[in-house]
Structure formats: C-alpha cells, structure tokens
C-alpha cells in the first residue's frame, strides 16, 4: 500500500516561538486513526524563532533522533550531556528509564529548523544515553547514508531499536536511490521536490507511508532535495 499524506494535511502548532507540523497525533493534536506508521510515533518538523526554545521536560522509553536542516539546537540534559546540533550533525537521546532534557535555538538572530523523530526502544528501562556525531565528512550527495540504526553495523548513531534504521539523502535533480522495501517504510521530502514510482510527485512537506509495498525507485526533481526514510521492520499495537 503506498499512503500520500501532503504536507498541508499534518497537524499544525503555530505559537510565538514555534512553528511545527506534526506527522503523526502529538501534544493537543490526536486522531485515533493518525497514532504512528510502522515504529515511528512522532515526526515533528519545527522551526524555532531566535531565542526559543523547548524548557525542561521528561521522556520515558524512547529513541528520540534530532536532524537539524538549518541553524543550531542547543541540547542540555538531567544526565549531564550537552551539545549543539547544527545541518551534518547527527544526535540520539535514549530516555530509558528516565530523562530530562531541554532544547534551545541556539542563535539569538537566526531560526532553526530541524526534524525530532521518536522511535520505542526494543528493551524498556534501559539507562538514559546520548550520541552526538558530525558525519558531513562520510555522507555522499546522491546516496542514502544510515544516520541511525539498531540494523546497520555502519550506521553513524547506534538506535535501541533493533527493527528500525533512518536513513537520510541530499539529492540533485535527476537522481535516483532505492526505497527499502521493508514491511513499514515511511518517506518524507523535507526540502527541494521529488517523485516515488507508483506514487508521484512528492512537494517539501509531503510523506509516504509505505506497508508491504517492495523497493521503489525515489528520484529528486530538483537540486537541494533532502528526504528521510525510516525502514522498519515490525510495528507497533497503538490505539
């Protein structure tokens, strides 16, 4: 089955210092029939204003993955970690048991925009963890790259999740890469244009989600296209 969902049908949050679309039910925002796709329960594509920012909040038995497309996040911790996240810096937070964190526009004049995407680990009640990494000397325009995984041995961020891999590419008009054709597959073009054999033309913004639905050929329409995918390989029993 192949599921277009444009990127004006997402749920919107639209407050002083956050301007966020919401793939999937979230905060105030809930419809039963909208909960997850496969194994991801969130995807959130937000822009927060200079000097915005998340304050501190609890998580509990979760993978959360930060992909900054543009300025800085600054990341602070209960478990002492701390980083800024900017465009080829990938970042994992494993809540585990129990964490706190807060996340911060880290410029005072600019806007960052970035995609946080929730994953369930394997194993609940694990101990808090974090990983930081700049991968922007080993990812290749025009190619998938394993920004995490719990698959991939070569994956740049470890995921608990061991049925899960997020895959992310930076595409120039004309080219192609493969849709894995896992059970649960679901695409996303953050930037840029492009289009899914069997699915047509995909607009920034705009997501498939795909069940049982084989490899398929993914190919930008335009220089500066980035997409995300996330293969997984079981799904999850949500309400």
């Known amino acids: ?50 000097g915005g920012g998340f304050g501190t909040h609890p998580h509990k038995d979760m993978e959360i993955i930060t992909w900054v497309l543009e300025g800085a996040l600054e990341h602070r911790d209960s478990a002492g970690h701390e980083g800024v996240i900017t ?36 194993t609940p009640d694990i101990a808090p963890g974090y990983e930081q990494r700049d991968i922007s000397s080993q990812k290749r325009d025009n190619e998938l790259f394993a920004l995490a995984s719990g698959r991939e041995p070569d994956a740049a961020i470890t995921l608990h999740q061991r049925d899960a891999t997020l895959w992310v590419a930076s595409l120039n008009e004309g080219a192609t890469v493969t849709v894995p054709g896992a059970p649960f597959v679901h695409v996303m073009v953050s930037t840029g244009s492009a289009a899914l054999a069997g699915g047509g033309a995909l607009a920034a913004g705009d997501a498939v989600r795909l069940t049982d639905a084989g490899a398929l050929d993914l190919a930008a329409t335009a220089d500066g296209t980035e997409v995300t995918i996330w293969e997984m390989w079981a799904d999850l029993d949500v309400g």
Do not use: C
């Not at 809930?30 to 496969?38: A, E, F, S």
């Not at 994992?92 to 005072?108: D, T, V, W, Y």
């Open 1 to 50: 089955m192949i599921d277009i969902r444009r990127a004006n049908e997402r749920f919107h949050t639209h407050i002083d210092w956050l301007d966020s679309w919401h793939s999937f039910s979230f905060s105030n925002h809930y419809d039963p029939k909208n909960t997850h796709h496969g194994l991801l329960l969130v995807l959130n594509d937000d822009v927060i204003a200079p």
């Open 87 to 122: 465009p080829g810096v990938a970042q994992r937070m494993s809540a585990g048991r129990g964490i706190r964190h807060s996340e911060q526009n880290a410029s005072r004049d600019e806007p960052v925009r970035l995609l946080q995407m929730w994953v369930p680990p394997d």
